[in-house]
């Protein structure tokens, strides 16, 4: 007895038995929807340790040879490391340790702490290592607060935003342009020589009185706590601290040795829109945290809070994700909802009225269900979700359309309602159920793809996993219960057009089809050749390079940032103004591309100090939030190369590039990594690979990251100087001293931490003036000085901002950004390996490599491969354990390489070029296909169970189904349909994918229906030659 066959009794006699289980499954699904995050990707996350060492005024050299060498032999080799990165600029190291997925963190990173806390040769003047995980934040939107106000009110006007916001339950809320608070003490050269005091000295008194001390308890009849109070908050009582008593008797104060005054920090961003001061807050959320909802939150409040602030202060909400989550996810949902209409519409047309009815009841109660199990799963309804769910429209009527019609036929033949209902359940278990289980098979190897790509796509099979679970209890418990009631009814008469369209479609099938189907049967060789020679010419096709491949196209960005470089040791303001010129150029390009006045730029803001996490004076970024790419028609592209084109000259300014901020995987199409030199050498090779890509059409903007910085001043300590008790050491402590400041103290000043820095006179810049500075000779009391030229040599001579090692080799990357149009970015890289990289590696004995997205396309489409092995595996067991059978599945699995034939012919008819989503969608589209296969072959199967020979049990057995393989068919692919024809930019990257799954499964399901019957036929052919027997009595076999 089938196993089934108890649970569908029960359920098709229980008085409402489906009907209770059809609610649940919808408050499952209301459940769902209501605690579901919305996004626009499928959440994607790297296990990283961040480790950052300070070491104020060191040049990057330095910081990578005594920190990032230090630390990296030490950490690399750690278990379950990944990957050692990290990066050495002028003042700090940062590093970056990633884990593999698989990696308990808490462990982990237990693990660099040891590692780090142990090492004894850091340098002493550096700062305490900070080691923490990184945490998963999106950003969510952005507030602009900008006006004509001096800095401190400005950054109070921030701080009661964001203060207020935080209090609203935001996650999180960074600041940029909002620089930290300093002290400075500014020493007097001839005050320091009169009283013969040195800013360490300052130093040391200002740590030691500035700070409250507890005294301990005084114990009497009431107790008291005692407590030594002399923590100095402010410019002012800074100034009053006691160096020491005076000559004359009086106390020497700070403020009679220096200038003391409450500032910023210098090396920090400035935050400018226009010629206005701003600071720009951006919400995160978590992994948890709900984009929409944050953004009401964020809508309110500032709408609340403006109305008391002045009336010129300006905030502005901009960079809103929210709004392009839901703009785009409208537009999956219009889709979606499109083409479930045309497959009601479908079902209507070709199956009875009731039948039809309850077969489409049963798509939202899947679909309900499924965002009930999604919630248990921890997924997010994404575009990636979103799009599984529409492709699985068409999956879940399959399985109750071959069950309703198998239904109508037992009430052709003169079964009653009940047993009809249960009939077609049980009957269809078996075909059903393998169909189910190969689409499975199909797709649950995509979650064996690692990396982000595979955190990206994982949502794909987890979605149709969760449909077809929820799909077969509705067609085995469900829908029998609302068959036996449907059909227990009187049959009425259908409508004219109906009965002349059914009689239409058995005519067609009767005759031409079965005539068609007889032609394949008895001319197999043929057919059989001109199928093969289909799939040759698709093959040619991709070999070729007529279809070509690019990893990941993302969808088409709505900001825009220009990183602007000017000559190292440029002043800020010299850069502001500068940059200043760069902005009017954008607004300049939006008049030029809207004569009539269409808006294309939204806000802008600029940061003064910084490129991405880069800073220095000479370095600026602006970011550019263009309007909406659906209401606009000028592309983000010609918006960056109209940018581009109006550029002004400026003096100073070494070069300035325009990027689009796009989603999806990260990391650049062109990025190639030269290691294995010191970074003198690796310039040198870099320049000429960036010369060498400048040559290929569609590369633009070829730089490298290993960037020029200030000259750097070499000194070396004469004999003068070590006979007086100079070292390196003492040098470089007291020229830092000097020129960047001694930090005195850090302390906290309501939720901020300030930081009272001791400089002296800033009269040293150039290297003559460098050279005339006095030191304090080691060991002087009272202190002598000596000039910096007597007691060392200084040489002149370039140095480099940041250098960056991989595993601790030297690291240098040059990239490039790649014209869409212009073909395929790998086949560039393909070049340059062949040619230029490996004469520039044999120049300079370097090695290379390619990193972005080149590095994430060759991890994942290894995966990939491993899981379409596995998934045919897998879907050749599930067949041959069903059918019982070793030669069954093979031939039910011909059918699956012609997908592949309408793959390719549908993006080049529809000029798309392959993708990794369309790998997806073919590795899924294999499981899809094999269902129609399995119809026609259980169907034939019973044929020849009722003693049928061979052909007949074909032909009839084909015809039997060519309804139900129809009907399959036309229902996945209209459920894309609309999406085939879909203009949104942002939906584009979705296309290759459902090119592949709606042509391939066209294609193939019009080829399954001839290619099987030939393929049995050489199968039978086969075991007469086996047997010797030449007879052929299976069928005619006319010569080809």
């Not at 706590?225 to 009053?240: D, I, K, P, S």
């Amino acid at each position: 007895m089938n196993p089934i066959t108890p649970a569908v009794q029960l359920f098709a006699r229980h008085r409402n038995a489906a009907n209770l289980l059809f609610f649940s499954m919808i408050m499952l699904g209301f459940f769902g929807l209501s605690n579901l995050n919305i996004q626009f990707f499928p959440t994607t996350e790297i296990k990283n340790v961040s480790i950052v060492v300070p070491w104020p005024g060191a040049a990057a050299q330095d910081v990578d040879k005594n920190i990032v060498a230090t630390v990296q032999p030490e950490v690399r080799f750690i278990d379950g490391v990944k990957e050692f990165s990290a990066q050495s600029r002028e003042g700090v190291a940062l590093m970056n340790v990633e884990f593999y997925p698989e990696t308990d963190m808490q462990r982990a990173i237990g693990d660099v702490e040891a590692a780090v806390n142990a090492l004894t040769t850091l340098p002493k003047d550096a700062e305490r290592p900070v080691i923490s995980q990184e945490t998963f934040f999106e950003p969510v939107v952005s507030v602009l607060v900008s006006g004509p106000f001096e800095e401190r009110a400005l950054r109070a006007f921030a701080k009661q935003i964001r203060d207020g916001l935080l209090e609203r339950g935001i996650d999180k809320i960074t600041l940029e342009g909002y620089r930290d608070e300093e002290i400075w003490i500014e020493a007097r050269a001839a005050q320091l020589r009169r009283y013969a005091i040195s800013p360490d000295a300052i130093a040391e008194r200002v740590a030691g009185s500035s700070l409250d001390v507890p005294g301990g308890v005084l114990r009497g009849a009431v107790e008291r706590q005692v407590r030594a109070v002399g923590l100095a908050l402010t410019a002012e009582e800074v100034g009053a601290i006691s160096l020491r008593n005076a000559a004359d008797g009086r106390q020497l104060l700070v403020s009679d040795v220096a200038r003391v005054t409450d500032t910023y920090d210098a090396s920090q961003p400035e935050g400018w829109a226009g010629d206005d001061r701003a600071i720009r807050l951006t919400l995160l959320r978590t992994k948890n945290g709900d984009a929409l909802k944050m953004t009401e939150i964020t809508r309110a409040y500032i709408a609340e809070t403006v109305q008391s602030l002045p009336p010129t202060l300006n905030v502005q909400i901009f960079d809103v994700n929210a709004d392009k989550i839901v703009q785009r996810i409208n537009v999956l949902l219009f889709n979606g909802l499109t083409g479930m209409v045309l497959v009601l519409a479908i079902l209507f047309l070709f199956l009875n009225g009731r039948i039809a009815f309850w077969v489409a009841v049963g798509i939202p109660a899947s679909l309900m269900a499924t965002f009930g199990v999604m919630f248990y799963l921890d997924m997010t309804i994404n575009m990636l979700s979103l799009f599984a769910l529409i492709m699985t429209i068409g999956i879940i009527v399959d399985d109750a359309i071959v069950v309703g019609e198998h239904s109508a036929t037992l009430i052709e033949r003169g079964d009653d309602a009940l047993a009809a209902a249960e009939g077609g359940a049980i009957r269809m278990t078996m075909p059903i159920t393998a169909a189910a289980l190969t689409t499975l098979a199909a797709f649950i190897p995509i979650l064996t793809i690692g990396g982000v790509m595979g955190q990206f796509v994982r949502d794909i099979p987890l979605v149709l996993l969760s449909v077809l679970v929820a799909s077969l209890i509705e067609c085995f418990l469900v829908l029998p219960g609302h068959l036996s009631h449907a059909l227990s009814r009187p049959q009425t008469e259908p409508a004219a057009w109906r009965k002349q369209f059914f009689e239409a479609f058995d005519n067609f099938r009767d005759t031409k089809f079965r005539s068609f189907v007889t032609k394949a049967y008895d001319r197999r060789y043929t057919t059989s050749a001109v199928g093969l020679a289909v799939l040759i010419i698709s093959i040619g096709l991709l070999a070729g390079g007529r279809v070509p491949f690019r990893f990941f196209p993302s969808p088409e960005g709505e900001v825009i940032n220009a990183y602007v470089f000017f000559q190292p040791g440029t002043k800020r303001a010299a850069t502001k103004a500068g940059t200043q010129r760069i902005e009017a150029a954008l607004y300049e390009a939006e008049k030029e591309l809207s004569p009539e006045g269409e808006k294309l730029v939204s806000i802008v803001f600029t940061q003064i100090g910084r490129t991405r996490s880069v800073f220095g004076d000479e370095r600026a970024l602006v970011s550019a939030e263009l309007t909406a790419s659906e209401t606009r028609d000028i592309r983000t592209r010609e918006i960056v190369g109209k940018w581009e084109e109006l550029m002004p000259e400026i003096a100073g300014l070494r070069y300035v590039f325009v990027r689009e901020r796009r989603g999806g995987p990260p990391g650049r199409d062109i990025d190639i990594q030269l290691q294995n030199a010191d970074p003198e050498v690796l310039k040198k090779a870099a320049l000429e690979v960036r010369q060498a890509l400048e040559q290929y059409p569609g590369i633009t903007r070829a730089r490298d990251n290993l960037f020029y910085n200030k000259q750097e001043l070499l000194l070396q300590v004469n004999a003068q100087g070590k006979a007086l008790g100079f070292t390196n050491q003492i040098i470089g402590t007291m020229t830092r001293g000097t020129l960047q400041g001694v930090i005195a103290k850090r302390f906290a000043r309501g939720d901020e931490e300030v930081t009272i820095r001791v400089l002296q006179p800033r009269d040293a810049t150039s290297p003559k003036q460098l050279a005339d500075i006095e030191l304090t000779v080691p060991g002087t009391n009272p202190p002598r000085f000596v000039p910096l030229s007597a007691v060392v040599d200084i040489v002149e001579k370039p140095g480099f901002s940041t250098i960056r090692r991989t595993d601790g080799q030297v690291t240098v990357s040059v990239v490039a950004d790649y014209d869409d149009n212009s073909g395929n970015p790998n086949d560039v890289l393909t070049a340059m390996a062949n040619d230029t990289l490996l004469k520039v590696a044999a120049k300079y004995n370097i090695g290379f490599s390619f990193g972005g997205r080149n590095e994430e396309q060759m991890e994942t489409m290894g995966s990939l491969r491993i899981g379409a092995i596995m998934g045919l595996g897998l879907i050749y067991v599930i067949l041959a354990f069903v059918f019982a059978s070793y030669s069954r599945p093979i031939i039910i699995m011909s059918v699956i390489p012609f997908g592949l034939v309408g793959m390719v012919t549908g993006h080049f008819v529809m000029g798309f070029d392959l993708t990794f989503l369309s790998m997806v969608g073919l590795l899924g589209l294999s499981g899809i296909l094999v269902n129609n296969s399995i119809i026609l072959i259980s169907r034939i199967e019973e044929r020849r169970d009722e003693g049928e020979d061979l052909r007949d049990a074909v032909i009839n057995g084909i015809c039997d189904r060519f309804r139900a393989v129809m009907l399959t068919s036309l229902t996945t692919v209209l459920g894309l349909a609309p999406l085939l024809f879909e203009t949104s930019v942002q939906a584009q990257f979705l296309l290759p994918m459902v090119i592949t799954i709606a042509w391939g499964l066209a294609f193939a399901s019009l080829i399954v229906l001839f290619l099987v019957p030939s393929i049995l036929g050489m199968q039978e052919d086969l075991r007469a030659r086996m047997r010797g027997d030449h007879r052929r009595d299976h069928a005619p076999f006319i010569a080809e």
